[in-house]
Nanobody, 126 residues
Framework: QVQLVESGGGSVQAGGSLRLSCVAS????????MGWFRQSPEKEREGVAA????????YYADSVKGRFTLSQDNAKNTLFLQMNSLKTEASAMYYC???????????????????WGQGTQVTVSS
């Protein structure tokens, strides 16, 4: 059973930084996607960034390119999302997600993902 546990959310002023972490357990696939999604009360859940475990190819939403960076610590089964130059519109619940195998569809499509964490709240104030 795959489990994903996020941490690292919090409150920060616009222009600041946060680093989110996602610890994954139970994965037995050799290749799968891990991603970060976010959802605010007035919006649908949207893909922010994703990485393919075999090879490390990364994918970013246009709105975060150049400011957010994915990295992983394979020894600790941990995925990180470094978020810099945060804007107020980044305020949302952030979810870590994983696919069963390579999954189907684009890397940032929520329908591609089978496993979800409980989320960690990010609040960016002006």
């Amino acid at each position: 059973q795959v489990q994903l546990v996020e941490s690292g959310g919090g409150s920060v002023q616009a222009g600041g930084s946060l680093r989110l972490s996602c610890v994954a357990s139970g994965y037995t696939y050799s290749g799968y996607f891990m991603g970060w999604f976010r959802q605010s009360p007035e919006k649908e859940r949207e893909g922010v960034a994703a990485i393919y475990s075999a090879g490390g190819a990364t994918y970013y939403a246009d709105s975060v390119k150049g400011r957010f960076t994915l990295s992983q610590d394979n020894a600790k089964n941990t995925l990180f999302l470094q978020m810099n130059s945060l804007k107020t519109e980044a305020s949302a619940m952030y979810y870590c997600a994983g696919t069963r195998g390579s999954g189907y569809g684009p890397p940032l499509a929520k329908s591609k993902y089978n496993y979800w964490g409980q989320g960690t709240q990010v609040t960016v104030s002006s």
